[in-house]
């Protein structure tokens, strides 16, 4: 269990949308763990975004500097989170000289999710001018014919 973290809301209602990305961008660039977009309603009905920001607790200045920055927001809330998290193994495959990394998330030592990065199936899928649907499930077959 990990339990040096803190999450920070803030509402915001009155922010150009075009601003949430690079905000997500820096947030993320700054070291936060996560950082995501909610769509709410506040009161009188107004449509805003609830931002969500999970970090170390000793980033809490450094993330409140980029969110007074980059938002409309005059405020916004904190609290300690506690997770739990699978252990994590990385490893990587080559297909048709594209390297694709793979995460493997263990639980009590048992496997329980592998993952491909996005990143590299999209470079990949665009080079081999195939669907990322149809790579990916070339390479989940190449990942079971090597077990």
Known sequence: METDLIQIEANIDNMNPEFYGPLLDVLLQAGAND???TPIIMKKGRPAILLSVLGA???LNELSDIIFQNTTTIGFRYYPVNRVICDREFSELTYEGHVIHIKRAYHKGRLVNTSLEYEDLYKASKAL?????????RIWHQLQQDM
């Open 35 to 37: 950082a995501w977009l």
């Open 57 to 59: 607790t000793n980033q």
């Open 129 to 137: 001018q195939i669907s990322l649907k149809e790579l990916q499930q």
